[in-house]
């Protein structure tokens, strides 16, 4: 008997707020072979992360992301301060935000939660280990998970 073919999944929208250049290719490249297509947008700084999630000025007609992967150590703007500012944002609360940084810190990792972290993930060191974390996201956030649509 032949199994029924899965639908095509839709394409989910990440919004990846990372500084580090090498971090960055390989979440791309790593979301690139997943099983779920996305579109994933980079962004570098924490205000300007901001300014897309919110739609302001050059970011104005963007798509919203499905989630963000954010980085905590960030020039500018940190990770904990974005965080702190979605959270507080009734138009963006809703907005899935997973910390990926690489400080392990009790004190970053209790923060995240505190400012309602939807997880926190510590960066692997090792290339497999990051292809592994990465790979979990994408079967947890885009395949068991529910997302929340997008409010007006």
């Not at 300007?48 to 919110?54: F, G, I, N, Q, V």
């Amino acid at each position: 008997m032949t199994q029924p073919s899965s639908p095509r999944r839709q394409a989910r929208e990440v919004l990846l707020v990372e500084d580090s250049a090498s971090d960055v290719r390989m979440v791309r490249e790593l979301l690139r072979r997943g099983a779920v297509p996305c579109n994933l947008v980079v962004i570098g700084d924490g205000r300007e992360a901001l300014a897309y999630l919110r739609g302001e000025g050059e970011h104005a007609g963007r798509t919203r992301p499905d989630i963000v992967l954010l980085d905590i150590k960030l020039p500018g703007l940190d990770g904990h301060a974005v965080l702190a500012e979605v959270k507080q944002d009734p138009r963006l609360r809703r907005t899935p935000v997973l910390i990926m940084s690489g400080s392990d810190e009790p004190s970053d990792i209790a923060r995240a939660y505190e400012r309602y972290a939807n997880c926190y993930v510590t960066k692997p060191v090792g290339h497999a280990q990051f292809a592994r974390a990465v790979q979990a996201i994408e079967e947890f956030w885009f395949g068991l998970a529910r997302l929340p649509a997008e409010t007006p």
